[in-house]
């Protein structure tokens, strides 16, 4: 019985040297959920307070005890905003110019016949666009939303023919 005895207590002894690791994790956790309970309970009481001063700082009424508390959005794009012009807001402005008739404009490129989506280009010219100014290519006569059909088309260089052009640019400029 004496062996018997013995192999339990080392077994025991074992576990809880393994365990006691988990034991400390386990009442530091227990200490900072009551830190976390002294926090929530100053918050409550500062909501008041928040809800008052939040106006005359520019933040919303929201919250937990707010009156203004907005519905809750699941995931995705936020809802748009009031729409304001791009003039009032002082930024940029972006996307298709509008055109006078209303429909969708061609691409400012000759003979390419398909709409614009982009500063009076089509998606593959504007691809282009982009890629022309990315590496200081940009011809003159390609401006932001040129008129249908008035720009003409370059070709550009592929493979060697196109690193070679890219470090005589980088050389020249």
Sequence with gaps: MSVDKAFREMVRNEIESQLKPLRDLVSRLEAGTADLDRLRTVAEQLAPLA????????????GRGGAATPARRGPGRPARAASVPAAATGGKKRG??????????????????????????????????????????????????????????????????????????????
């Design 96 to 173: 298709r110019k509008p055109s006078s008739e209303g429909g969708a404009r061609e691409c400012a490129i000759n003979g390419c016949g398909k709409p614009s989506r982009t500063k009076g280009y089509c998606a593959a010219h504007y691809q282009k666009l982009r890629m022309l100014e990315k590496t200081n290519r940009r011809p003159n006569n390609w401006v932001d939303y040129a008129e249908p059909n008035s720009v003409e088309d370059i070709k550009l260089p592929r493979g060697r023919a196109a690193a070679k052009a890219l470090a005589e640019a980088k050389n020249a400029g």
């Design 51 to 62: 809800g008052a001063v939040g106006p005359l700082f520019g933040v919303s009424g929201g």
